[in-house]
């Protein structure tokens, strides 16, 4: 468990706290490309760290990311005329570049406009989000590339989802390898016959399913990275094998889950405020797996579709509808959950966000009773807490900058491991299979 104070300081985010420093020192996901797409288009309302923004597109396609609130009287600029290169207020007409200078006062007998400057961020368009640098203008590093800056669009694609809850407790999940033999089984995986890929090498999908339900005890295993850490959830199969579920985390809130055979889908945790949160599903590249290995993206047994996430480019873009939430909780069957699914609830990601939500708007971690599948839960706070600490108390940069390695390197990957063999080698460049991927 977390002390109240160590709580606190991992989970608040707004201006000033040690977290919100830390993260306003990374370019983050702000919004979609496709909510500011047209020059001249409407505005988008955009929440941030705690912060009430405005985003949108001027007349020559250059992006603006300045405050919502208008300096003359307060009024929303989500509600500004966005013209002739700038965005102005309908209340009296003042107008904004998107460096946020005020540029017209159309109602003032003796315009005052040089003197007139409202919060405007850096921002920068890749792989159909605008991310944004909140951080202080003299540490702003170089945007990290996730494999989004080179590829083409049919190549990337986007999904954002929102939770209501803190963001940690987001991140929590995906960094979490345990829960997928209980939160994530269903019964009719039994009744899927034995593809005779359970041996030494690349199991299909629905075999890894089965491996998740046949082993619930899994072992973790820790790999600290310049990045962050590498863990691998290891179980053992009904044969006997060790299979291992590799995932990375990136700091400060970007995770890489175990695929088959490996995968750069990243989900990018960004804090809207204290209790609310987005998850950008950012994919950056075709499937990688050049043997036609895994299995299909869905599995439906009668009514009961369980998802499993592609690693496909060039797929939906937008944000993720919520069917299933807590005002219907989470559309639970409790018929099904007697014979058909553990959890009663229907698809993947309403189980993951019915776990996170459920613990609360912001989780208090001093009643919480770790275990041995916690290993790399207890290892993300810890490195968060240190970064925020040896930034507010020191001065001491954080972590994964820009310039610390090659962001597109960073993989996870699944396989049942040949006796002997390293699971730190798999997803990585020197792993054969992704050597061939790239040829």
């Not at 009287?73 to 309908?90: D, K, V």
């Not at 750069?264 to 043997?291: A, E, G, S, W």
Request: glycine residues 10%; contains cysteine; aromatic residues 10%.
């Amino acid at each position: 468990m977390l002390s109240a104070e160590d709580n606190e300081t991992l989970t608040r985010v707004g201006p000033g706290t040690p977290m919100g420093n830390v993260l306003r020192r990374y370019w983050l996901p702000a919004c979609l490309s496709s909510e500011v797409a047209e020059p001249d288009g409407p505005p988008a309302r955009v929440r941030l760290l705690g912060e009430d923004l405005v985003a949108f597109r001027d007349t020559s396609g250059r992006l603006g990311l300045v405050s919502e609130e208008c300096p003359h009287r307060g009024a929303s600029l989500y509600y500004g005329r966005n013209e002739e290169s700038g965005l102005r207020c309908t209340y009296h007409g003042w107008k904004f570049d998107v460096t946020g200078q005020c540029v017209d006062q159309r109602s003032e007998l003796r315009p005052f406009c040089e003197k007139i400057r409202i919060v405007s961020y850096p921002v920068h368009e890749s792989g159909g989000i605008v991310w944004a640098y909140l951080g202080p203008a003299d540490t702003m590093t170089p945007f990290r590339d996730f494999g989004t800056e080179s590829l083409p669009g049919d190549l990337v694609s986007v999904v954002r989802e929102t939770v209501g809850c803190n963001w940690v407790q987001s991140m929590d999940g995906d960094v979490d390898t345990a829960h997928i033999s209980n939160l994530h089984q269903f019964d009719a995986i039994d009744d899927i016959p034995d593809d005779g890929s359970d041996k030494p090498g690349y199991p299909s999908g629905y075999m890894s399913m089965r491996f998740w339900r046949h082993d619930p005890r899994s072992e973790i295993e820790m790999d600290d990275t310049w990045h962050g850490f590498r863990y691998a959830g290891i179980r053992t199969t009904p044969n006997g094998h060790r299979h291992a579920r590799i995932s990375a985390w990136t700091f400060p809130s970007a995770t890489i889950i175990a695929q088959i055979p490996f995968s750069t889908r990243l989900i990018f945790v960004v804090p809207v405020d204290d209790v609310t949160t987005y998850r950008y599903n950012l994919t950056t590249q075709p499937p990688q797996n050049p043997r036609g290995l895994g299995g299909p993206p869905f599995f439906t047994y009668e009514k009961y579709p369980f998802e499993m996430l592609s690693t496909a480019g060039g797929g939906p873009t937008g944000d993720m509808p919520r069917h299933y939430t807590r005002a219907n909780d989470y559309g639970i069957d409790r018929v099904a959950q007697k014979g058909v699914s553990y959890s009663g609830i229907p698809d993947f990601r309403s189980q993951d966000a019915m776990a996170t939500e459920t613990a609360g708007p912001v989780y208090d971690r001093t009643r919480e009773h770790l275990g041995s599948t916690d290993v790399a839960v207890i290892r993300m706070h810890r490195i968060l807490l240190r970064a925020a600490k040896a930034l507010r108390d020191h001065g001491s940069p954080p972590p994964a900058l820009a310039g610390s390695g090659d962001f597109r390197s960073i993989r996870g990957a699944e396989k049942i491991l040949d006796p002997g063999e390293d699971w730190r080698v798999l997803g990585t460049d020197k792993d054969p299979l992704v050597i061939e991927a790239r040829r």
